[in-house]
């Protein structure tokens, strides 16, 4: 399995994820041909920058509303496609005025979508036209791109539109975009899915994001980073703020992240065959404005690497026929697994403390399980890795019946592990009267002298007790 890794110390927007591709080996010249494809009148830029003293890669999206800056904070940047470069324009403003100072985050973009909800009031006429939702949809739909890259995008900006949405009160037909940030969002986002497509990722993991501290000055007044449209769109990702009062994460990069599926864990066991470094607008002091890549296959290509929920608890005033009863109910939920220790509390006391095993998106369910039936008034939850071989079921007959052998292999195809069936055992030993260890013995045997007899491999008889 071909995984991409985002480790977003400094968080993440779109010209730093675009960076990050072309730097991990994605062909800058695919992108320039997938920005073209788009007729939006807009081009990418690509040169090379330090931050903190690392090599990384800046991509700037180019419109004709760009006037070249200087570069005070890139001094010696190289720029290997024209002198000139803009800073990214994203429709994260709460409305659409030019006549304003605009404040600028630590990636070089605006801090907030020009994203105008104009239900129930007309656009102030002195400002540039706006683009609705329905109609970049259409620019992607008539791009001349692959259909995996146009479903992609459209979602990203489908996502995006509801968040706008939500935070304005108004129907999602009625959010419309600036018209340079929603150029500059469409080559974004569509370059981006088209980058990913190229470097052939099979799934998506990131770090907990850095999304920086502050404030941020929109429509509304001075707000709070992260902004609200980021906000809604991280929706339950894990995040921190760290280093120095910024906006580090912004609503372009959420999205990108919503569009990606991505998943939320430490970096796993993997083998590294790529990485890369896209770099933020600015040099920022004490921490590198950086986003990094790394892309690989699991430790383990054929082994299967999942994201693992682990909730605990401890209760000190409940029974142990409650507890067990919780348990189960827990096992129904979904619970992969449902374990209980006793443990030694404050005071003396003598607790137990519930472990749940779960996939991510059942903790919600589970947590509210444990509240519900259980006296504890607090829990805590983390991600980790589970890392599992490769597993296949097999029926064997015995003489009181078929019970099911679950066997794991080894990425080489050998055998690691072969079981019989706990419940088929426990239901057929119950229904003939026979102890349930004879029943899995039996049922090993028939197994064992299967593959013998497939790989032409004689098999030394065990012995009842073995």
Known sequence: MRIGYLECFSGISGDMLLGALVDAGVSFTSLAETAAALNVGARLEMRSVTRGGLAATKVDVITPEHAPHEHAADSGDAHEHGAEHGHEHHPHHDHPHHDHPHSHDAHGEHSHEHAAATAGHELPHTHAPHRSLSEILRIIREADLSPTVKAKAARAFQLLGEAEAAIHCVPVES????????????????????????????????????????TVVCQHGTLPVPAPATLALLGDAPVYAD????????????????????????????????????????????????????????????????????????????????????????????????????????????????????????????????????????????????????????????????????????????????????????????????????????????????????????????KEGN
């Not at 974004?188 to 088209?194: E, N």
């Open 175 to 214: 959010v419309h975009f600036h018209e340079v940030g929603a150029v500059d969002t469409i080559v974004d986002i569509v370059c981006t899915a088209a980058g990913c497509e190229a470097l052939g990722v099979d799934r998506w993991l990131a770090s907990p994001l850095n999304v920086g501290s502050g």
């Open 243 to 462: 280093g120095p009062p910024m906006e580090r994460v912004t609503p372009t990069g959420a999205t990108l992240l919503r569009m990606l599926e991505v998943r939320y864990m430490p970096l796993p066991a993997m083998r590294v065959r790529a990485s890369g470094y896209g770099a933020g607008g600015r040099e920022t002091p004490g921490q590198p404005n950086l986003l990094r890549l790394l892309v690989g296959a699991s430790a383990e290509d054929e082994n299967e690497i999942e994201s693992m929920a682990v909730i605990e608890t401890v209760v000190d005033d409940s029974t142990p026929q409650v507890l067990a009863y919780v348990s189960e109910l827990l096992l129904e939920a979904g619970a992969w697994d449902v374990y209980r220790v006793a443990v030694q509390m404050k005071k003396g006391r003598t607790g137990t403390q519930m472990t749940v095993l779960c996939r991510p998106d059942k903790v919600g369910e589970l947590r509210d399980v444990l509240f519900r039936e259980t006296t504890t008034i607090g829990l805590h939850w983390r991600l980790e890795n589970k890392i599992a071989l490769k597993r296949e079921f097999r029926r064997v007959t015995t003489p009181w019946g078929e019970v099911g052998i679950k066997i794991a292999r080894w990425p080489s195809g050998k055998v690691a592990n072969a079981s019989p069936e706990y419940e088929d055992c426990r239901g057929l030993a119950t229904l003939n009267s026979v102890p349930l260890k004879q029943v899995m013995q039996q049922a090993m045997q028939v197994y064992l002298a299967t593959e013998a007899a497939a790989s032409e491999v004689p098999v030394t008889e065990q």
